[in-house]
């Protein structure tokens, strides 16, 4: 082992940069569908090899010196997006005549830009470096600061974040109730890490002990909760998922608008299966109405003849304001609750749009060299102002996330607080049968088991799920999939810890990574000296 990370440490130009970048793209294996995150036990030590290397001359500047730090710390994080990521090239296929120029933009453009992430947490960690554990606190606190500051720079995507490489089942993902996102970010790459003290032995006991104790708390905790017998619930709501499984080639074509629509209704309508009872909510994807209530107010009375007495629909929209498609109008990606009379008695707007996907960012200066909006649909949306939980039967109050928005785990955190129920509606079938349905899907059950809350969960073509207060999938249905699932939610789970007070655990990790990662290296400066 010292003579393999020997080499690694002594590798230098292009080879230094390749392993590093196939450092980061094994990493993906560790997150959804593959889930083996026993690889991230070989990526992360290599990347504490090839740092413990990246040494610049004497006589170079601080900034100069760490050059190369920053430049492992880049190839690996491209060859962890470009690998993690590709799939986001899938949703320029769907209408390839008009936005296949754009497919190397997207599917190399993205990694390059967030690769700039992992730049930085290794150039952080560099400036803390030493040759013992503290490296590996050092790696930690870079990773956890990256991924903090990836949550919300330049509008935000702490997609396939570290941490969710640790929660590849619900017993493992326990502890993000404790730690937040912030706090799993780091101490998931402290662990995957520890591996590098094999080679030089240097507190090689301490970090098998910590390997193990943090292992054996992140599991024990885990079955604690599982196991724990669920508390009496307060109220339940029996709710039926529909998942029409749209081909999006056909989403806005005008002449299968009224098949679409009657495909939803048919499956809105059957009986329910056989133990279940009549649903009191159903729910449809997002932009799942193929065309706007403005425009087709008999939509409105259709819903109300196939909804039954006391039930309400939850329908992703295109909501119009402005009126019929005047120059003036405005769009929103929304959500609406229908009531049994086909009224629509609430409706929430994406508050958190996707750059290029929904809306163009720079808009002037991008439509004069003639780039518009890639994905979405047949319009740019404006973006919501705020967010609110819909009131629905028995009381119970549901939050509504649209698409992406479930990723973001303090802007979940805040307004589920007062929810009892988590909704996410998304349109995956951009991405056909790839990771990054898995992956979404995946990031939507942890919002779950953070909030304590249960979490329903509508997708065009997958997956559509409902999933528990600890993360645990009632029934799903698959990609590409067509049907509808029938649950009986209880609702019993509460929060463990208030999301500030996850936050600050999360901080206070990461503060704790820093200070031993400061200290070792002092000392071991005043040893040299």
């Known amino acids: 082992m010292q003579r393999f990370a020997g080499r690694i440490i002594l590798l230098w130009g292009w080879r230094r940069s390749l392993v590093a970048f196939f450092a980061g793209a094994l990493a993906v294996l560790a997150q959804a569908p593959y889930d083996f995150f026993a690889v991230c036990f070989v990526s992360f030590p290599a990347l504490v090899w090839l740092l413990d290397g990246a040494t610049g001359e004497a006589s170079d500047g601080w900034l100069k010196r760490l050059r190369p730090a920053f430049a492992i710390g880049w190839w690996f994080g491209f060859g962890y997006f470009l690998a993690g990521l590709w799939w986001i090239g899938q949703a320029l296929l769907v209408e390839a005549d008009t936005f296949a120029w754009a497919l190397p933009f997207a599917v190399v453009g993205i990694p390059l830009a967030l690769a700039f992430f992992y730049g930085f947490a290794a150039v952080v960690a560099r400036l803390f470096w030493s040759s013992d554990i503290g490296r590996i606190a050092a790696l930690a606190f870079g990773f956890g600061l990256a991924e903090w500051l990836r949550d919300f720079l330049f509008t935000g995507f702490p997609w396939n974040a570290v941490g969710y490489a640790a929660m590849p089942v619900p017993i493992l993902m326990q502890s993000v109730s404790v730690t937040g996102m912030i706090g799993m970010n780091a101490l998931a790459v402290f662990v995957f890490s520890l591996p590098a003290l094999i080679a030089a032995r240097r507190h090689l006991r301490l970090g098998l002990a910590l390997f193990v104790i943090l292992v054996a708390a992140d599991v024990g905790f885990g079955y604690f909760r599982l196991a724990a017998p669920a508390e009496p619930a307060t109220r339940s709501i029996d709710v039926r998922i529909v998942q029409p499984a749209v081909d999006l080639s056909e989403k806005w074509d005008a002449s299968v608008r009224d098949r679409i629509f009657a495909t939803l209704l048919g499956i809105s309508g059957k009986a329910p299966e056989q133990g279940h009872a009549k649903p009191q909510l159903i729910l449809w994807p997002e932009t ?242």
């Open 288 to 529: 799942s109405v193929p065309f706007l209530f403005t425009e087709r107010p008999d939509a409105l009375t259709a819903l109300g003849d196939m909804l039954g007495d006391g039930q309400m629909l939850i329908a992703g929209v295109v909501r119009e304001e402005g009126g019929a498609g005047n120059a003036g109008s405005r769009y929103y990606n929304s959500v609406v609750a229908i009531n049994d009379k086909g009224e629509i008695t609430d409706a929430v707007d994406k508050v958190h749009l996707v750059p290029f996907g929904e809306y163009l960012p720079f808009e002037g200066l991008f439509e004069r060299f003639g780039i518009g909006q890639l994905v979405a649909g047949p319009m740019n949306f404006a973006a919501g102002n705020e967010r609110h939980p819909i009131a629905m039967p028995n009381g119970l109050r549901a939050v509504p996330f649209i698409c992406y928005e479930v990723i973001f785990a303090d802007l979940v955190a805040v307004d589920a607080a007062s929810s009892e129920l988590i909704v996410n509606v998304t349109n995956d079938a951009w991405f056909g049968d790839t990771p990054g349905p898995y992956q979404h899907f995946r990031q939507a059950q942890v919002r779950a088991v953070e909030n304590g809350l249960p979490l329903l969960r509508a997708a065009n073509n997958g997956i559509s799920a409902v999933v528990d207060s600890r993360g645990r999938i009632v029934d799903a249905l698959a990609v590409d999939a067509r049907g509808a699932i029938d649950a009986h939610v209880p609702i019993s789970g509460r929060v463990l810890l208030s999301a500030d007070q996850r936050r600050i655990n999360g901080l206070l990790i990461m503060l704790l990574f820093a200070l031993t990662a400061f200290t070792l290296n002092v000392r071991q400066r005043l040893r040299v000296n």
